[in-house]
């Protein structure tokens, strides 16, 4: 309808339909963010980011709807506690590294299409080895009211401050499970006893199998997040959500756009 298409091309604010934001484009065609969500490299760009979702390289083998560009996007207030853990690492020669963090409700749909759909998932031997995919969502590794689309949960582990995110990592670890040591080394971090992502019992923050090492760079992890104020998902060591969170029960659907800065001239050059 004629109408349907004069909204969809206005220049209006942002603006939500039910619980879902709706983004509107610029005139490039890149999504406006809400008023209170900014890109995490502007508040810190030393914070390495490998957005996994942007990438083929996640538990579904493809780039996943919403995300346009790799960039962690968060609530201005998520992004300024994570900061200030940011500097705390930096004391110890260390980095935080973000996975994920604001991901727009239809990458959540996408998620449950991937479970509903009939063909095997391609990635189960690395990232679900114990757990059909239509179990993931069952046994709470996956949501189909996601947090992350509030903007204030991020999952993240902890690098050496001058190790930068690699593919190197993913292809030496080759098709080895997430939960094995090789495999939890794929994502080029400390370690953490498993990879980013991995869906199996030894995720759990806690996990009885954890010893030594791998349980103090989940302690330290765990403990300098609560410091700023995020609290850890018991079932995910790198999942934290910020505690008093700006947006507990709206939900975001604008695409993850990518940043200005980090356009190519000639799409910088078509803005103008």
């Known amino acids: 309808m004629r109408w349907l298409g004069l909204i969809r091309h206005a220049a209006l604010p942002f603006a939500l339909t039910g619980a879902i934001g709706a983004g509107v484009a610029m005139a490039d065609d890149t999504p406006r963010l809400p ?49 200030r853990v940011q500097r705390r690492m930096a004391l110890r020669d260390l980095s935080l ?14 998620f449950m299409r991937w ?41 993240l582990a902890i690098a050496q401050r001058r190790r930068l995110p690699s593919t190197g990592d993913q292809k030496r670890a080759g098709r080895t499970a997430c939960h094995t040591p090789r495999g939890a080394q794929r994502d080029g971090t ?43 998902y018991r079932k995910e060591w790198w999942h934290f959500t910020l505690r008093g969170e700006p947006h507990p029960r709206r939900v975001f659907n604008v695409p993850v756009p990518q940043h200005p800065d980090r356009r190519n001239p000639t799409e910088a050059r078509s803005a103008d």
């Not at 030594?212 to 997040?225: G, Q, T, W």
């Open 35 to 83: 008023a209170d969500l900014v890109f995490l490299r502007d508040v810190d760009p030393t914070i390495q980011q490998d957005i996994r979702y942007a990438t083929r390289d996640n538990f579904v083998g493809r780039r996943i709807d919403g995300y346009r560009g790799a960039e962690c996007i968060l609530t201005e207030r998520a992004a300024r506690a994570l900061a």
């Open 115 to 155: 479970a509903r759909a009939k063909e095997p998932a391609i990635k189960r031997e690395i990232y679900h080895p114990l757990y059909a995919k239509r179990e993931l969502f069952r046994r709470g590794f996956i949501s189909r009211n996601s947090a992350h689309s509030r903007g204030s949960t991020v999952d």
């Open 97 to 110: 590294r973000v996975f994920d963090c604001y991901r727009p409700r239809r990458a959540v749909l996408h």
């Open 190 to 232: 400390l370690d953490f006893g498993t990879s980013f992502d991995c869906f199996h019992p030894r995720s759990a923050t806690r996990h009885r199998s954890i010893r030594d090492k791998i349980r103090e760079n989940r302690a330290l992890l765990v403990s300098e997040m609560a410091r700023a104020g995020f609290r850890n």
